[in-house]
């Protein structure tokens, strides 16, 4: 299995307060991706990263920022928590892009908002 | 943008029975294709990995072709187990990596 570390993995929090969750990799790869999953919706992409402070917007961005100071490190924080962002949330990581590498998945996060 | 599809949403088979998993995809210029297996409240496992270039890979039981043409993946589970009850995903990448997901098939294996 990919070295994928993700914590917490699981968080009850409160309405409005801020949440941080942390995606580790012990593989060195380039590209790690913040996904969500939701029942009808499926899994869906929030931030990517391709490099240490290189980080861009996915399909469900709103509400969420991201920061990787670290190869190994994949920060995703909800700024102000609301009930909407109660989901399971997913870190992968890729070795390369453009077809050439598989991605793998963590365990995943499972964040309730009350 | 690619768009990706699955049917059936959902297949009970008996044990031993082989498993076929469908999954279209829209744009055909694909890079690779990728199968996930997931377990109730578990991560995505990647099960195979087929590369644009490819039209088959294989790991055990499990058999994955490629069609870029008819723009179809189909998974084949050979001998189906109860173990193999789980939901499959399929997924394809933009050139940033990014998936686009299949909403999978989720599978039950009857003993």
């Known amino acids: 299995d990919a070295g994928i570390t993700q914590s917490p993995r699981h968080k009850v929090t409160e309405t409005g307060t801020p949440v941080t969750l942390r995606c580790h990799q012990t593989?060195?790869?380039?590209?790690m991706y913040w996904y969500r999953q939701d029942p009808g919706h499926g899994l869906r992409l929030i931030h990517y990263s391709y490099g240490v402070k290189d980080t861009d917007k996915g399909e469900v961005s709103d509400g969420y920022s991201v920061s990787r100071s670290k190869t190994e490190d994949f920060l995703l924080t909800l700024e102000s928590a609301t009930s909407s962002q109660t989901s399971v949330y997913f870190c992968?990581?890729?070795?390369?892009?453009?077809?050439?590498?598989?991605?793998?998945f963590g365990q995943g996060t499972r964040l309730t908002v009350v | 943008k690619q768009e990706v599809t699955q049917i059936p949403a959902a297949l009970s088979v008996p044990e031993g029975e082989n498993l076929v998993l469908n999954c279209s995809f829209t744009d055909s210029a694909i890079y690779n294709l990728q199968w996930f297996r997931q377990d109730p409240g578990k991560g995505l496992t990647s099960l195979l990995l087929?590369?644009?270039?490819?039209r088959e890979q294989t790991s055990g039981r499990l058999n994955a072709s490629l069609d870029k043409s008819s723009g179809r993946s189909t998974l084949y589970i050979a001998a189906s187990q109860p173990g193999d009850s789980a939901t499959y995903l399929c997924a394809a990448p933009d050139s940033w990596g990014k998936l686009q997901f299949g909403a999978g098939t989720q599978v039950v294996v009857t003993p």
């Open positions: 087929i590369q644009s270039s490819q």
């Open positions: 593989e060195n790869h380039r590209y």
């Open positions: 992968a990581i890729s070795e390369s892009i453009g077809g050439g590498g598989a991605a793998f």
